[in-house]
């Protein structure tokens, strides 16, 4: 075998076998972002259909009522073969108060519920007791935010 054919087989090898090694990391970030677009949709789908139903009159949820809310939600989003009161990571949606805005939530990728990515509520930063600052939670949470009406 000639080098000039070596240099290809070498290249695809290398390739395969970075693939081998970082490959499941490589897919799981694009499972993630596939699911991050998806629930940014159904957000949208579950604020669109809160506003319509104040708007009509109905009496949608209220976000003290989490067990209600999951109720709705499961009810308004309709996906068959899942439990569409959880988002795509299986946690439950979240419904949270912003001042007077309503906030609906998914705790994203990393499942732990931080701060919306989106900007709202707004990170904060802490201090520990020496008084250094800590690093700002992780803006990871998908949110969607509706206005009072």
Do not use: I
């Not at 139903?53 to 809310?69: I, K, L, T």
Request: glycine fraction near 6%; aromatic fraction near 6%; proline fraction near 7%.
């Amino acid at each position: 075998m000639t080098p000039a054919r070596l240099v290809p087989l070498l290249l695809l090898s290398a390739g395969g076998l970075a693939a081998a090694r970082h490959g499941p990391a490589v897919v799981q970030r694009a499972t993630d972002a596939a699911k991050v677009a998806l629930t940014r949709y159904e957000l949208a789908q579950l604020a669109k259909a809160y506003q319509l139903e104040r708007a009509v009159g109905s009496q949608p949820p209220r976000p003290e009522n989490q067990s209600g809310f999951l109720v709705w939600a499961s009810e308004t989003l309709h996906a068959s073969g899942r439990d569409t009161s959880r988002d795509l990571w299986q946690q439950p949606w979240r419904f949270d108060r912003d001042g007077r805005n309503v906030v609906f939530r998914s705790a994203g990728p990393n499942l732990s519920w931080d701060h919306c990515a989106d900007g709202a509520p707004q990170a904060e930063v802490s201090t520990d007791d020496t008084g250094d600052a800590e690093a700002p939670a992780r803006d990871d949470d998908l949110c969607d935010v509706v206005a009072p009406e």
